[in-house]
């Protein structure tokens, strides 16, 4: 799973990125700093894996993982090539989903690519780009769709369905925004619209916004944006977030009851990714190995088997699963048995967050 970081120069965007990954992607007050994407793979914060850890004892402790890409910073005009525009386009088509860092604070001392702090003009700066180009892919498309009608019928719907997506994008709508039928996703899942890409937005505020971000009348203008596209809005202080990266567990507790918080925003931005996908994690426990296992909601067991090994998919025979509630309310396996509540399912059985699984297969 990538997940691409964007967002205007000096909005906080490279570092909340060093904040993340601690990754030290190169972070100064001028437009451009970050031109080639800088990359960080970070661990989804999951208790469920350290508490099976410290049943378990394993040699190993494997979580989950999210890709962040740091993408360089975006002007108007990127769709034209301005700036470097076109760099920046083809690094968000590689990514699965993006995060927009938009800046919610007064600053002097910073400079604003445009001069003043506004945030929707910031946001819809980066959307436009990306619909201008969506658009030009559609019209390619539909020139394509036309060509082959002349021969297929079938391609009649493409048509519609294209012009229908073409004048929602000339109207400032992303993809994102349109409701589709089935048959219509695999149509749009095929085009790659860039305004398709699930979205969560990072309203960057103060430290002293930091308690009660909903008074800040930047992040209810972005909450307010989001909910036009079903977008999510996390407020957090990306300077604090710099700070508490640099801390051990324990002062960061410390730091975090001290801002009246509960968790970092950095650990809410990686669950919420994780979520933004439609992905959950099942878990596999023994003494090797503690280990979460990304798939998406929905997988069935032979599938998930198959995230471990092809010959586990191939030859699967059943899945044994005790849900990780009943693990850890009983203690231990030997308890899970005896009160019946480990599972034999087979391979019409849609995988669970936070089963704990054993395949059994033969090949």
Not at 203 to 209: C, G, L, Q, R, T
Request: proline share 3%; charged share 30%; glycine share 6%.
């Amino acid at each position: 799973m990538k997940i691409g970081i964007v967002g205007l120069p000096n909005v906080g965007k490279s570092t909340m990125f060093n904040s993340i990954t601690k990754a030290g992607a190169e972070c100064a007050n001028y437009p451009f700093c970050t031109i080639e994407p800088n990359i960080g793979v970070v661990a989804v914060p999951d208790e469920r894996v350290d508490k099976l850890a410290e049943i378990y004892k394993p040699q190993k402790i494997t979580k989950a993982i999210v890709e962040f890409v740091d993408i360089a910073g975006l002007v108007k005009g990127a769709s034209k090539g301005e700036g470097l525009g076109n760099k920046f386009l083809s690094h968000i088509r590689e990514v699965d989903s993006i995060v927009q860092v938009v800046r919610c604070f007064e600053n002097s001392n910073i400079v604003h690519v445009d001069g003043s702090v506004n945030p929707i003009r910031d946001i819809e700066t980066i959307n436009y780009e990306l619909i201008f180009a969506d658009i030009e892919t559609v019209d390619k498309r539909i020139d394509k769709a036309k060509k082959m009608l002349k021969a297929d019928k079938k391609y009649q719907s493409e048509v519609e369905l294209l012009e229908k997506i073409k004048i929602e994008l000339e109207n400032g709508n992303p993809a994102r925004s349109m409701q589709f039928t089935e048959e219509e996703k695999e149509i749009v899942k095929e085009v790659y619209l860039l305004t398709s890409k699930p979205i969560l937005y990072i309203a960057n505020v103060s430290e002293e916004d930091l308690e009660k971000p909903e008074n800040n009348k930047f992040v209810q203008e972005v909450i307010e944006y989001a909910k036009k596209e079903n977008a999510e809005v996390i407020p957090l202080c990306v300077k604090v977030e710099e700070e508490l990266s640099g801390l051990d567990d324990n002062d960061k507790k410390e730091m975090l009851e001290a801002l009246g918080i509960e968790e970092s925003g950095l650990d809410k931005l990686i669950k919420k990714s994780y979520d933004l996908l439609g992905l959950m994690s099942f878990l596999t426990a023994g003494e090797p190995e503690v280990r979460a296992w990304t798939i998406k909601k929905g997988t069935k067991a032979p599938q998930a088997a198959g995230k471990i090994h092809s010959d586990i998919e191939r030859g699967f025979i059943k899945a044994e699963i005790v849900s990780y509630d009943d693990l850890i309310k009983e203690g231990n396996m030997v308890a899970v048995k005896e009160k019946g509540l480990l599972r034999s399912e087979g391979k019409e059985y849609i995988m669970q967050d936070g089963d704990i699984v054993l395949f059994k297969f033969n090949v």
